[in-house]
């Protein structure tokens, strides 16, 4: 059975890194056919897609977080890692990952699940 | 873009909703639909815009193409209240369902 638990440091300070961990089991994340993505709630707030990447590694960002953001694969640990650089207050929130699923053919939309419980990270000095 | 209404909706048990979801301009005929309860992951419903997920109860169903889709709950169940999101490239804002 497929499952997805991410972690990270909960706490990071402004302006400094974060580093996201999904480690995956079930399934090789290399397998054909799925992405892997992260998607972020704020206090509060909505769901906000961050970064996806292919099976064979190519990232898709977020155009509002872009210059920040890197998405990628380790295979042999069978992790999907994000990181989010120069973090602020904003970027406080709910960091799940979740296994996205294409339509076929392409162009046939694009669909989350399963989905980790998620991991919080605050933002804070 | 993706705008929701409403943006809250105050329903009854074994009330009929029905949920819209707008896209600025149609990047296509297919719309993802989750629903997430405070602490929990999200959980997917309907997919394709129509596609209903393994396990999901028949009285959800979803509707639409172009620029406009739907999302309909038949007979409202206790576990129903909840914050129902639309997806295609982004997600909507969310529409937050309460029990009357």
């Known amino acids: 059975q497929l499952q997805l638990q991410e972690s990270g440091p909960g706490l990071v300070k402004p302006s400094e890194t974060l580093s996201l961990t999904c480690s995956v089991s079930?399934?090789?994340?290399?397998?054909?056919?799925?992405?892997w993505g992260w998607v972020r709630q704020a206090p509060g707030k909505g769901l906000e897609w961050t970064a996806s990447?292919?099976?064979?590694?190519?990232?898709y960002y977020n155009p509002s977080l872009r210059s920040r953001l890197a998405i990628s694969l380790d295979t042999s640990r069978n992790q999907v890692s994000l990181r989010l650089d120069a973090v602020t207050a904003a970027d406080t929130g709910l960091y799940f990952c979740?296994?996205?699923?294409?339509?076929?053919?392409?162009?046939?939309?694009?669909?989350?699940?399963?989905w980790g419980q998620g991991t919080q990270v605050t933002v804070s000095s | 873009q993706l705008t929701q209404s409403p943006s809250s909706l105050s329903a009854s048990i074994g009330d009929t909703i029905t949920i819209t979801c707008r896209a600025s301009q149609a990047v296509s005929d297919y719309m993802t639909w989750y629903q997430q309860k405070p602490g929990e992951a999200p959980k997917l419903l309907i997919y394709?815009?129509?596609t209903l997920h393994s396990g999901v109860p028949s009285r959800f169903s979803g509707g639409g193409s172009g620029t406009q889709f739907t999302l309909t709950i038949s007979s409202l169940q206790p576990e129903d209240f909840a914050t129902y999101y639309c997806?295609?490239?982004?997600f909507g804002p969310g529409t937050k369902l309460e029990i009357k």
């Open positions: 394709a815009a129509s």
């Open positions: 079930g399934v090789s994340i290399s397998t054909h056919d799925f992405f």
């Open positions: 997806q295609q490239e982004t």
């Open positions: 979740a296994r996205e699923n294409l339509g076929v053919p392409a162009g046939s939309g694009n669909w989350f699940v399963p």
């Open positions: 990447i292919s099976y064979r590694g190519t990232p």
